[in-house]
């Protein structure tokens, strides 16, 4: 029995069913408070959604915050089609589950968890992240696989016997050796020294966030057996194989796999895979069939088996500048046909319709996210969101397929995602409602603007809560990530935080932003720092215009891009009065080899020992060296382990506005990657750059 977490009997939940949907009265608005940066911790994030064979029941997952704990974890959860009932199904203390499936036959829901990990320095392979079973007809949860690299994914077979598994090799310092009191040759055998072993690196490209350096282990797929428990492996060599999907008869799994090509020996110096066919038998030959010059990815088989959907990525070189199109390809291996070829917009999560005459997909469009529709064999794309007037405009996160409707993971812009059915809009979760109905929110609206050169510009605006009409108020331009990302029309807990203190939020779409197509995305492509910028500007300058922001009181901030747009901004323009860069660069000849992104580096900059390449790469670190024209005073921001934008660049920038004597400062959080995960990081990065703009924005 698993101590650390227990599934319980749905027949006993069952018996909760009244305390499940129970939630506090809503309070009286003119009772409400204002959102409070800690209120981060009672957000509840729904997540992974999967439908029953009957179409009766949806599976999904909530992540909570366990506050004295500092974690977060999620657990599963089961609410059947009309929404009238909602179970838990697995109560967590430690670790988390996800990527919930139901087998084909209905009798299980399988999930991946990492029980009994401890602080995730434990080396056994039962406590990494593995397969378990739950019986619908009541008990606990079982673990299924016990692979030494853990599982990062699975597919159920068609008959229910059989699950694809996608298991990394395994780190060898992880593989036990036998005990040390057995013998060899009569001698007794040496312990293990605990001495880390060096780090052998042989890759091109040898970095990636959260990973750490990138060794020879690769992911791999293999085939488990339910009743023997044993498993064979399907894609052995030096590459990595991933997300597969089996035909409806079983007899082959479609996968996506980065090998090497008579062009490209190395798959490393490229950023191209491909979709194979490999029959689900130890040593079958995998079959290739796509051959496009880019990604190919998340091959889905259509109902009678006949054809495969799958996501054809970018060019190479444009990269993710470039929309992805939806492809059908014939498993025989015939030229694939690109069905929204004329919608301009990159697409993702690819589904089927039942009957196989239509394709399902998501994609986002000018501060939107829809799901699409489209024919098999292509024409007119249609658009749906989450139906009903009290919605509004929202973000379709992701949706599943089932017997009967579809379901959609759907964020609007005072509401965290949430479960609705995309037929009539019901909701089927509501796990924010409590408190929901406490806060008085800061009012969204779209603002655009056209800027000197005729491109229109989009923004989220975000009014302080108890907005005034005619009222300059002092604003945050909050910058997203990418570039190639957008700002919408969904819940954004950050900008509801610096509104909720008085602050007016904007989030400029700047050129280089998604959902307005190639052309708008691919505008700086090798030119950093220009247009970008000019369009930030642009929006400032519409709503200082308008006598919404106060001209002398703008601040500016984000992450990642969003810190690199916030360091170019105060490098080109004293205007900003308050700056918090975050995970950020300046300088790119430092980004070079000590970040992940080794292919945008040569491809769309060059390599720097070129002369021409190093005029651009001195030509876009002019934030750093020019660091002499930056006023705005600077909290630069990031994590200990980032390797996405390493610590080393805003170390840099931080020396040289301390070494000028700009008011700076740098805020390090220890073990953390790109993206923060621990709770009280959220809260105090949040709080400290509230607490940056209010002293440079509010005080006399």
Not at 22 to 47: C, K, M, W, Y
Not at 142 to 155: D, I, N
Not at 256 to 272: A, H, I, L, V
Not at 648 to 663: C, D, F, K, T, W
Request: with cysteine; net charge negative; glycine share 10%.
């Amino acid at each position: 029995m698993d101590s650390m977490r227990i599934a319980r009997p749905l027949v006993v939940l069952s018996i909760l069913l009244g305390l499940c949907n129970l939630s506090a009265a809503a309070v009286p608005e003119n009772e409400r408070r204002s959102f409070e940066t800690a209120d981060v911790h009672r957000l509840e994030n729904v997540g992974n959604l999967a439908i029953s064979p009957d179409g009766e029941w949806v599976a999904y997952t909530v992540q909570t915050t366990d506050i004295e704990e500092d974690r977060r974890s999620s657990d599963l959860f089961m609410v059947n089609w009309d929404g009238t009932t909602r179970l838990q199904l697995t109560h967590t203390e430690e670790g988390s589950e996800g990527n919930p499936q139901f087998s084909p036959d209905g009798r299980f829901i399988s999930f991946v968890a990492s029980r009994g990990a401890g602080d995730g320095k434990d080396k056994d392979p039962k406590h990494k992240s593995q397969v378990w079973l739950l019986n619908r007809a009541g008990g606990e949860a079982r673990r299924l696989t016990e692979f030494p690299g853990g599982v990062s994914s699975y597919e159920w077979s068609p008959d229910s016997e059989q699950i694809v598994v996608v298991s990394k090799d395994p780190d060898p310092e992880e593989v036990e050796d036998s005990p040390a009191d057995e013998t060899e040759n009569g001698t007794p055998k040496a312990s293990k020294s605990k001495t880390p072993q060096p780090i052998v690196v042989d890759r091109y490209r040898f970095k990636q966030d959260r990973v750490g350096y990138v060794t020879n282990r690769y992911a791999r797929l293999y085939l488990f057996d339910l009743l023997s428990k044993e498993a064979v492996l399907l894609t052995p060599g030096p590459f990595d194989s991933s997300q597969p999907a089996w035909s409806p008869d079983g007899t082959s799994i479609a996968f996506s796999s980065k090998r090497p090509t008579e062009d490209q020996p190395d798959p490393d110096r490229t950023q191209n895979s491909d979709i194979f066919l490999v029959e689900p038998k130890e040593g079958a030959p995998a079959r290739k069939l796509t051959n496009w010059k880019g990604s190919d990815s998340q091959p889905v088989f259509s109902p009678d088996g006949t054809k495969i959907a799958y996501v054809q990525g970018p060019t190479e070189k444009y990269d993710f500048y470039d929309p992805s199109q939806l492809a059908i390809v014939a498993i025989e291996g015939s030229a694939p046909v690109l069905v929204t070829q004329a919608l301009d917009r990159s697409v993702g999560n690819v589904r089927w319709s039942a009957d196989g005459e239509n394709v399902h997909f998501s994609f986002a469009d000018d501060r939107e996210r829809f799901l699409g529709t489209v024919r098999a064999n292509g024409g007119a794309v249609e658009r749906q969101s989450v139906a009903g007037p009290e919605h509004g405009k929202g973000v379709v996160r992701s949706f599943e397929v089932g017997a009967k409707g579809v379901a959609v993971l759907a964020t609007f812009p005072t509401r965290p995602t949430e479960i609705y059915r995309l037929d009539g809009g019901l909701s089927l979760s509501d796990h924010n409602r409590e408190l929901r109905e406490q806060i008085n929110w800061g009012n969204v609206r779209g603002v655009e603007t056209t800027g000197k050169d005729g491109v229109k510009i989009g923004a989220m605006l975000i009014e302080p809560p108890g907005y005034e009409p005619g009222k300059a108020y002092p604003t945050i331009a909050y910058i997203h990530g990418g570039p190639v990302s957008q700002d919408g029309f969904e819940f954004d807990w950050m900008a509801q935080a610096f509104a909720a203190k008085g602050y007016l939020v904007v989030e400029p779409n700047y050129r280089g932003s998604s959902g307005r197509g190639t052309d708008f995305s691919r505008a700086i492509y090798g030119k950093w720092g220009s247009l970008e910028i000019q369009d930030i500007h642009t929006i400032m300058d519409h709503l200082v215009d308008q006598g919404l922001a106060d001209p002398e009181r703008l601040g500016i901030g984000g992450w990642s891009y969003g810190g690199i747009n916030t360091n170019y901004s105060i490098a080109t323009d004293t205007r900003f009065k308050a700056a918090v860069s975050g995970a950020g660069i300046a300088n790119l000849l430092t980004g070079y080899g000590t970040d992940q992104y080794i292919w945008q580096y040569e491809g769309e900059i060059g390599k720097p020992w070129e002369q021409e390449s190093l005029e651009r790469y001195l030509e876009l670190s002019y934030p750093f060296l020019h660091a002499d024209r930056i006023k705005t005073p600077t909290l630069f921001m990031c994590g200990e382990k980032d390797f996405n934008v390493p610590l080393i660049n805003s170390e840099q920038m931080y020396q040289a506005l301390r070494s000028l004597g700009v008011p700076t400062q740098l805020v390090i959080y220890p073990g953390q990657f790109h993206g923060l995960s621990v709770p009280s990081y959220l809260q105090d990065r949040a709080e400290r750059m509230i607490g940056w703009y209010d002293k440079y924005l509010k005080s006399e």
